[in-house]
């Protein structure tokens, strides 16, 4: 289960339809490369059941679970956009 936070429950909207197609991209993206979700976790540092929460755009989420998984996508870019 997610962490509750004030600042998760008051994203707008659009922030949280933000993540949430983040979240779906890189699911995405992983499948496509072939791996596993276990794997993925692994090489981002974070435990199979976040990597989860992070495919869904879970805002409980850390910047650098989502920054990790940008990185496997040689999306690192991206976060300042």
Known sequence: ??????AADALPPI???S???LGENIAIARVR???????WAERIGV???TLI???KGDPTVSMGAYAGA????SR????AD
Do not use: C, I
């Open 33 to 39: 490369r072939r791996e596993s979700q276990r794997a």
């Open 15 to 17: 922030a949280l339809g």
């Open 76 to 79: 690192a870019q991206a976060l």
């Open 70 to 73: 940008l990185w496997l996508m």
């Open 19 to 21: 993540l949430r197609r």
């Open 47 to 49: 435990s199979t059941p």
């Open 1 to 6: 289960m997610s962490k509750s936070s004030y």
């Open 53 to 55: 929460r992070l495919e």
